[in-house]
T-cell receptor, first 116, second 113 residues
């Protein structure tokens, strides 16, 4: 069965520090990968996605992620975090198969707290 | 920019009562989903709906749950007899085509007392 795991449950950083959040998935076939962000009191928003092509994808707000197929990983990075990045980050996966009957499988989430 | 909307934003109900959560998808979207997030836990898939029928459902989606598109616009999730453990944030998501990303609504916080 497919699954997504996120290594860090809670990360605390100072402003301007660099960020890397780990994400690994388990599935033998073709996958689409996503990072979602959930700011306090708000709904899930898409940060970035990987469908195919360049494995280094850039998203909104200066975030990027790199798909490394050999490691089944899709880590999220940002060179310099801001206080406004405080949120919960979810890695997610869609398994591609015919019929469009797809569901998103989410990781457990990483709470990021940025200290001013 | 079009977005998915959900009502109500917060629903409080007594155990055993029926609740209906409503979602208005983005216009022309064809695939519909419900997810839930119990406080402190990850977002879990409940059900997907396409062409007026359930296409996939999780083990969470038991006989107490049902979905429908009664008027071709709203997409509803009904919980027939709520339990304490149904307390969660329920997210609706929709997408246009098979390969598109899903767009999530803001969620409905369900509290079962």
């Amino acid at each position: 069965a497919q699954s997504v795991s996120q290594h860090n449950h809670h990360v605390i950083l100072s402003e301007a520090a660099s960020l890397e959040l780990g994400c690994n998935y388990s599935y033998g076939g073709t996958v689409n990968l996503f990072w979602y962000v959930q700011y306090p009191g708000q709904h899930l928003q898409l940060l970035l996605k990987y469908f195919s092509g360049d494995p280094l994808v850039k998203g909104i707000k200066g975030f990027e992620a790199e798909f490394i197929k050999s490691k089944f990983s899709f880590n999220l990075r940002k060179p310099s975090v801001q206080w406004s990045d405080t949120a919960e980050y979810f890695c997610a996966m869609i398994v591609r198969h015919s019929g469009g009957y797809q569901k998103v499988t989410f990781g457990t989430g990483t709470k990021l707290q940025v200290i001013p | 920019e079009p977005e998915v909307t959900q009502t109500p934003s917060h629903q409080v109900t007594q155990m055993g009562q029926e609740v209906i959560l409503r979602c208005v998808p983005i216009s022309n979207h064809l695939y519909f989903y419900w997810y839930r997030q119990i406080l402190g836990q990850k977002v879990e898939f409940l059900v997907s709906f396409y062409n007026n029928e359930i296409s996939e459902k999780s083990e969470i989606f038991d006989d107490q749950f049902s979905v429908e598109r009664p008027d071709g616009s709203n997409f509803t999730l009904k919980i027939r007899s709520t339990k304490l453990e149904d307390s969660a944030m329920y997210f609706c998501a929709t997408k246009l085509l098979a390969d598109n990303e899903q767009f999530f609504g803001p969620g409905t916080r369900l509290t079962v007392l």
